[in-house]
């Protein structure tokens, strides 16, 4: 019987994430080797390349367990709640993935991007292809539904980046009149802003 292995990838990963951060994506993997208590050769048993290790350790190549499940969900005629749970879910990921990216970016330190699109390109789609189903269960009204995904995919990148620079702004800037609201809050604030563009319309009964 095949002994168990000692190390599990993420906390590899978990290694990897410490030192990337830290030194870019030009960190030895020896480093990262010796931070996780493995060999060399280990790593790259697990993970092809560097690049393949350095993504996973930032998380920008994971498929999060919300995006497998989005890809075959049915909507409901519960669409609006659906909507709110998928974007507090895409918004922790982003939440939790794009510091990293900017720190990386800061270094100005990172590779070449992966043959796959950005998550924010994989999530407009599939949200868009999520809106299509509901719109052919009549559970919305019907509408150009990749222009509602980028109308929801983009406020919450733009939440991110705005978070990630108002953390950072060394003093409050005159015209900045309103402070951020919490991440539920906002996308309870932002579903509700588009509803009415997007609910089906009232049957009318024939008199």
Known sequence: MARPPKITNEEILTAAREIFLKEGFGASTLAIAEKAGISEASIFKRFATKQALFLAAIGITENPKWVKTLSSQTPTAAIKEELIVICEQMLAFYLEVMPRVFMLMNQGDIPHPPPMPPP????????????????????????????????IVGPI???????????KMPIALPSMKHTFVEPSIFIHHLIETLWDGLAPKPTQNKS
């Open 120 to 151: 924010h390109l994989r999530d407009t789609y599939l949200l868009a292809s999520f809106l299509d189903k509901a719109i052919a269960l009549k559970h919305l009204r019907s509408c150009d539904t990749l222009t509602v995904a980028h109308m």
């Open 157 to 167: 990148i733009n939440y991110i980046v705005l978070s990630n620079m108002d953390q």
